[in-house]
């Protein structure tokens, strides 16, 4: 079984910086894929940045160039949020999940999520 869980939300004034982190346990097989999703209120959850056991990484269009997933040796996630705009506030979401591969292509698949941790950037 695998648990992950968020910390490092917070408020912040547009323009800074803040630092979430995700402690997983269980497999290093059902935590291959790893990843920080959001949901802004009234919105759709949406993928912020993933990162997965080779170290690839994604990021959505909007946080590129300003977040900086990452993740050691312990399966702890972080994420770097640096110039912080006020469409980043929502809820920060961990998950985890294996990969699998089917016609030569590797797709994650979320199955574990954490309670989520708020972050809230301000003018």
């Known amino acids: 079984q695998v648990e992950v869980a968020e910390s490092g939300g917070g408020s912040v004034q547009a323009g800074g910086s803040l630092r979430l982190s995700c402690g997983a346990t269980?497999?290093?097989?059902?935590?291959?894929?790893m990843a920080w999703y959001r949901q802004a209120p009234g919105k759709a959850r949406e993928m912020v940045a993933s990162?997965?056991?080779?170290?690839?990484t994604t990021y959505a269009e909007s946080v590129k160039g300003r977040f900086t997933i990452s993740k050691d040796s312990a399966r702890n996630l972080y994420l770097e949020m640096s110039r912080l705009q006020n469409e980043d506030t929502g809820m920060y979401y961990c998950?985890?999940?294996?990969?699998?591969?089917?016609?030569?292509?590797?797709?994650?698949?979320?199955?574990?999520w954490g309670q989520g941790t708020q972050v809230t950037v301000s003018s």
């Open positions: 990162i997965k056991g080779d170290g690839s």
């Open positions: 269980g497999s290093t097989y059902l935590t291959y894929c």
């Open positions: 998950a985890a999940g294996p990969a699998h591969e089917f016609m030569s292509r590797e797709s994650c698949e979320w199955n574990y």
